[in-house]
């Protein structure tokens, strides 16, 4: 039996990655609730080994009021991992990105990794650049790891869905640049910064179209973000859940997927945008950076101040020259069942 917490209901990561589980010999059970962990404790009462997978950590410390209570909730979290150890499961844990977005304790974060990072007998990893990049933060042993790439999501949404047909219902010309950024509308993906560049880009560019479309975030940093874009009337917003086949039309509909997040490590968007053929302007920083290189976007200086308007001055001539094909069999060879069986394999060689 293998529990994973906390269960992501708004993205198919998950159902992607345990997509072969039985077929592995594991039962994926999710875990909703921290009591559910109990679940384990029967289980192995009964003689199923069992596994802990754990993914964000971001809710461990969520709604601490200050630095005591945030430590008071990950001593508690980290006593009952212990806990759950010392009767037998395994951990494991799958390290998404360096810090949760809009971490409130960040060295409260730091501490809580750096002892997932001693208890757990397995550390997934999704790109070669992790223990570099979270070391500043927290050390990752390295006989504990197992790379396993983040799956794209080809046949997580439909298909079929026509670009031409999808690009005249929402009134886009042929000859539009359709810059788009899809998914949560949250303030660590730089939409603040991408409105302001896609403003910049208009003036040289009337043709440029800009697209914001997902569900926004409930905390207060994430309503201003949305006051914002609702007042930039250049920005076409769709602030709402997306239904499957809503993604993939107004996916199909954009030239590129522009992600120009403040921090990132692993990015569930550009697979997405990946999975139709998009390429993506982003930093050169995390998984972006391999991506790039590929020739599956353009990239630009997370530090320089111009970078996104600069390289969104580029994508009319990069997509002169963009292989799509290449971009589809790249996330094809990523899809979900190959990448789960990956995963599976990884996970119970490393637990033998």
Known sequence: MLGF???????????????????????????P?????????VARSIGVGTILHLHWTSEIISGA??????EARATEFVEHLESLQAAGSKIAWSVHNVLPHQCPFP????????????????????????????FRYYSLPVDKIIEVPHPSYVGAYPSHVD???SRFELGYEPTDLVLGALG?????????????????????????????GGIPGRDEESRQLLLELEKANHVRLVARQLSDREMASLMVALDVAVLPYRASLNSGAALLALSFGVPVVAPLTGGFRDLIAMGFGVGYDADDPDGLTESLSNVRQ???????????????????????????????????
């Open 107 to 134: 060295e409260v974060e730091s501490r809580l990794r750096a002892r997932l990072s001693e208890i757990a007998d397995v550390i997934h990893v999704m790109s070669p650049g992790t223990v570099e990049a979270t």
């Open 163 to 165: 670009r031409a047909t």
């Open 5 to 31: 917490h906390p269960v992501a209901r708004m993205n198919p990561y998950q159902a992607l990655l345990y997509s072969q589980a039985y077929a592995s010999g594991v039962a994926p059970v999710g875990l």
């Open 65 to 70: 009021e200050n630095t005591r209570q945030a």
């Open 318 to 352: 990069f997509l002169e020259r963009y292989d799509r094909a290449a971009a589809l069999a790249y996330a094809a060879d990523l899809n979900g069942g190959s990448v789960s069986a990956r995963f599976f394999n990884a996970l119970l060689a490393k637990l033998s």
């Open 33 to 41: 609730l921290r009591s559910d962990f109990d679940s384990l404790q």
């Open 184 to 212: 949560s509308i949250q303030p660590y993906k730089g939409l603040t910064e991408f409105a302001d560049a896609v403003r910049n880009q208009i003036e040289l560019d009337p043709d440029v179209r800009a697209l914001v």
